[in-house]
């Protein structure tokens, strides 16, 4: 399996939708259930855009399905992220949203945007025929490599995506550059919470190793290392060394874990920062 965009662009309305009505109605996202409506399925979309949100979902982390029935559910994050930031207006719910994206080799182009792309600025022709030398390592057809980078690139012009400010255009040359405004400590938190636990599942890391190369912090946030330490330093004070701890010996940077999942960073940040989203 992998993440295909249909040449769809993310809706945040639809998103929301889903968390609203798929714990009512578990057969939601099932193409049998969607065929059964006779006055209409109540996201008021097409099966194309129904199938591609439900695959969007899932690889960002907001639901998950069920065997042998196929029904979906929501997941930790996804519980949390219903409850308490619903119409999904907070940045930080798509800095959670875009860590699950970028870190998942199988979303194809979006790892690929976030793991592979050369620093220097590039038209999207070129970024497009970057993707295509990429993917043809793994045998994706230049076809869906085209279709999909011309998609999720809408998506950062177009959707929620465009206000992390990790992946940028002025009309004509598209690239990486720091966030602005840099992310909240706890989606830093909440990343390399997530890509400890889909590894080793180590109890440390040193940061350096975490600046370079795909699926590390780097990567997904292109922050350099001062500033990610102190994004780091942030996360310790807001959510306890219990939790996440950073040390400095002898020059040497050093991060530690405690015990906690991911989706228990997404919560601790909505408890303290949600100022009415839910209402």
């Known amino acids: ?30 193409e049998s259930f969607f065929t059964e409506q006779e006055v209409g399925h109540p996201l008021i979309i097409g099966w194309n855009k129904i199938e591609f949100h439900k695959e969007f979902c899932r690889y960002a982390g907001l639901i998950t399905s069920g065997k042998p029935s196929g029904d979906h559910k929501l997941t930790k994050l996804g519980e949390i992220i219903a409850q308490q930031d619903p119409n999904l207006s907070d940045i930080t719910t798509w ?24 620093p220097q600025l590039l038209s999207k022709e070129e970024l497009i025929k970057e993707m295509v030398a990429i993917m043809s390592r793994r045998k994706v057809s ?21 206000n992390l400010g990790t992946l940028v255009t002025d009309g004509r040359y598209w690239g990486r550059r720091d966030p602005s405004p840099l992310p909240s400590p706890y989606a830093i938190a909440y990343a390399i919470i997530l890509n400890r636990l889909s590894s080793s599942g180590a109890v440390s890391t040193r940061l350096s190793p975490m600046l370079k190369g795909e699926g590390t912090l780097g990567s997904v946030f292109g922050i350099r290392e001062e500033g990610l330490k102190a994004l780091l330093r942030q996360a310790e004070n807001s959510l306890g060394s219990k939790i996440l701890a950073i040390t400095d010996t002898a020059g040497m940077d050093t991060i530690y874990f405690g015990n906690s999942e991911s989706w228990q960073v997404a919560e601790q940040y909505y408890l303290k920062h949600n100022s009415g989203l839910s209402k």
Do not use: C
Not at 142 to 162: N, Q
């Open 95 to 118: 800095w959670f949203i875009h860590t699950n994206l970028a870190l998942d080799h199988e979303t194809n182009i979006y790892y690929a945007l976030f793991s592979h792309l050369p």
């Open 142 to 162: 230049e076809v869906t490599v085209r279709k999909d980078s011309d998609a999720i690139l809408r998506w950062f012009e177009e959707s929620p995506f465009a």
């Open 1 to 30: 399996m992998a993440l295909a965009t249909g040449g769809f662009t993310v809706s945040k309305l639809t998103v929301s939708q889903i968390l609203q009505l798929l714990p009512k109605e578990p057969k939601l996202l099932k």
